[in-house]
Structures are given as C-alpha cells and as structure tokens.
C-alpha cells in the first residue's frame, strides 16, 4: 500500500494504492484510488475516484462532493454525486447512479439482464414535493414504467394536496420478472461458492433474518386493539423496519470499531475511522497553513495598493461613495472568512463510525416523534383504508413465517425452490390486496370514492391536509 500527495494551492491530489495477496484467494485484489480536493471561486470540491480489481468482478467509483462559500452558496453550486460501474463474469454488471443538490434527489440501480429500478425526489417546500419510484424492463429499456408517484400541491390559502398514484400491477411483473431469474442467480452464487468453498456464516445469516421476520410476525400479530388502524400499520411497517436498520448499523459500527490493522511504517493498530479522522486533521493543518501563508504574502500587495489608491474614491450605483482602502479591506475580510469557513468545515468532519452513529440515533427520534404524531391522528376514513393495508402485511408475514417453518437443511436447490414459493406467495397476497381494493372503493361511499379511484390498474388517492405556507 502507497500513498502520495502533489499538487499546490488551489489543487490538491491524493494518490492511493493498494493491493493483497493472500492464501484465501478470495482476498485477493488491486486497488488504485485518487482524491483531488479543489478550492476555486468560493467553491470547494472533493474528487474522489477508485478501481477495484478481483478475480470476480471490477468495481469503477466515481465520488464527488462540492461546497460553496459566501456568495456562490446556491442550489447549482453545492452537490453529491456517486456513480459506481461494477463488471463481473461471474455475477453480472451492475450500475449504481445517486446524485442530491438542495432541492432534489435522484438514485438508480440497473443490470442488463433486470432492468432498472429509480427514485427521484424534487422540492424544498412540503406543498411543491414531488418523489417518483419507476423502473424500467430489460425488453424496454427506454421506457419508464412508475410503481409509485406522490405529488403535494397547494390547494387554496391554507390547504395543499398530496396526490399518491400507486401501479398495483407493477409488483406483481417485478417479482415474476425475478422469479425467472432465480435460477441464473442461485447458479452464479453456487459457481462462486464452490470456487472458494464458501460455507461460514449463512446459517448466521439465516438465524440474523429468522429473528426479523419473528419479530415483525409477533408485532403484526399482537397489537393494541385500541390502537387506530393507522398506528397498526405504522408499528408494523415503519417502526419494524427502524430497528432492523438499527440493528445492520449497530453491527457495522462494530465492526469499524473494532476491526484493526497496521498501516505501513507502523507497529500501532489502528482503526478506519481513526485513519480517517487523522487524514482530514491533517488536510485541515495543512489547508490552514497553507492559507496562512498566501494571506500573509498577499499582505504586502494589499499594503501596497492601499497606499497607492487609498485616496480614491469610488461611488456606488447604491450608497455612499467609498474609497479604495475600504474596498481592500472588504477583499481582505472576505477572505479570511472563506478561508475560516473552508478549513471549520474539515475540521468538524466526523468520523465515520460517530456519523453512522449519528445517522442511527436521528432516525430513531424521528420515528419516535412520528409515532407520537400518527398516535394522535383520529380518523374514520384513514381507519377504512389501512385496515385492508395491515390484512394484507398480516397475512404477507403470515405466509412467510409459514414457508420459513418448512425451511429444510439449508442447500442451494430447497433455498431456491422457497424462494419460489415465496414469490408465489407475495404474489397471491398482492392479488388479494388489489382485489380488497377493488371490493372496497365498490362499496365506499360516495365522500370516500371522492379521495380515491381505480384507474387503468393504477390506485389513484387524493388527500387534503392543512397547510400554512
């Protein structure tokens, strides 16, 4: 492993290399990674790129962040954006896309023999939202076909109006599209696993995923009677998958924590957040002397030329006349405080496994404050709706629990011949959805069948909620 660093003011790059050998081949790989951080009219910017080379598959990642300062801090001037290109013979290629600016997100994922899956998000004001879930199949790759679109609009002085449109028919070609393609998928995993005699930890994996799908059958199962039907189906969905996230980072954050290793030219252990961390104190040295020291050079041109135009006066299209020592002064000013601002920012860069931490306890309390809103919301008609909703997730996690039970020895051919029948399963479950539906908006009334429509297969609901702009 090498690392190197050239560049001056105001472009930096760091040059990464590693690579392994080992006695597990399946450890083995070449890696060549690049950072090129950028500080340019008031914008600062990191470029991150990478390849990972395995026997198994070539991993191309392009990462960029930029963040601007003082009077270029807009929308099209702050951005994120990660593109990771993965090419394997074993498996198949894969295309990761995810893009945010401060009024939009967008993320895709695609393969050439799936199709491709894609969500976007776009507004900053609750009533002007609009977020899209599509996808596209491999028989037509150029066509979207959308799964789910919500809309917020606003609808007089105090009201706004959230229009959700949901293809009831989608999920069911999704899971048969993947149905089809099991048996290419459990071939290549078995391929791979046999090249490295992979055999650890899928009954770990089992017992990890066994223990989910317990825990949300028995909250599915055993709920409050006097719990509106709203709050049912909040537990159930929302909360469950909370602590399932809870629980994936909780691990994560252990294993960054207490996953060791020698960097070259040291004898001390050390972790990758701690890596990390060092890395950025030391770019933020380094930046805040460098700073230091064009400051402290341009301070003799400043003098200079507030000796020579000090006298001169300039008007303003708008204000008093000012003299050149003055504006001088606010170009010195300025200055400081781009670069106060760009080396606080580095600074305050948490380290890795403390944002995850972060991540975990912010999505915790949100949760919980929602809970405490959806537990305060008294409604007939949104009773009459989720109570199809929470019939149709009990009986989804009833026959998933009932299929789990029948599990036998764990091979490659019983898993995919379960995961088969639960297809077969989610697909029937939606069918009864889709057809509680339809009986449901037959016998609604006519103040309920205002809010919502069938149309060409597509769920068409339409729902007013005050807003004060």
Known sequence: MTTEVEGSVPVFKVIYKSSATSPIVILEYDMDASATTTFENEIFSVN??????HADLTMDVNHVISQAFGSQADDSSS?????????SPTFTDVNLRYAARRDGTSASVSTPSAGFLGFQFNGRVPSQMTARFYGRYPSTPDVDVDIMVVRSSPKDADKMSMQIAYNMEAPKAMLS??????????????????????????EAVKAFVTKQFNDA????????????????????????????VQVFLDAVIKVLRETKFKLPGSDELTTIPEVLKKLTSSIAAMLEATLQMIFDNMEVFYNFFVETISKVKVRMPVGDAITGGQIIDQVKAAFKLISAELVDFIKNMESLDTMLEKINETVKAIVDKTQELIDSISSDFLDAVFIKVNEFYRNLVTGIMRTAER??????ENL??????????LIFV???????????LQQASAQAQAYMKVTDGKLEVDLPFPFQQ
């Open 48 to 53: 991150n790129k990478a390849v990972l080379t």
């Open 79 to 87: 951005a994120h954006t990660l593109n990771v290109d993965i090419t």
């Open 177 to 202: 599209e993947l149905k089809m393609k099991l048996p290419s998928i459990f071939s290549a995993f078995t391929t791979f696993a046999d090249k490295y005699q992979i055999t650890n930890s899928v």
């Open 217 to 244: 059958y028995n909250v599915a199962m055993n709920y409050d009677d006097q719990l509106s039907q709203l709050s049912i189906f909040f537990r159930n969905v929302i909360v469950q998958y909370q602590k399932t």
């Open 407 to 412: 599990f036998p020895i764990l091979n490659v």
């Open 416 to 425: 995919s011949r379960r995961c088969e029948q639960v297809i077969d399963n």
């Open 430 to 440: 939606i069918s009864q959805f889709n057809d509680a539906v339809y009986g449901f």
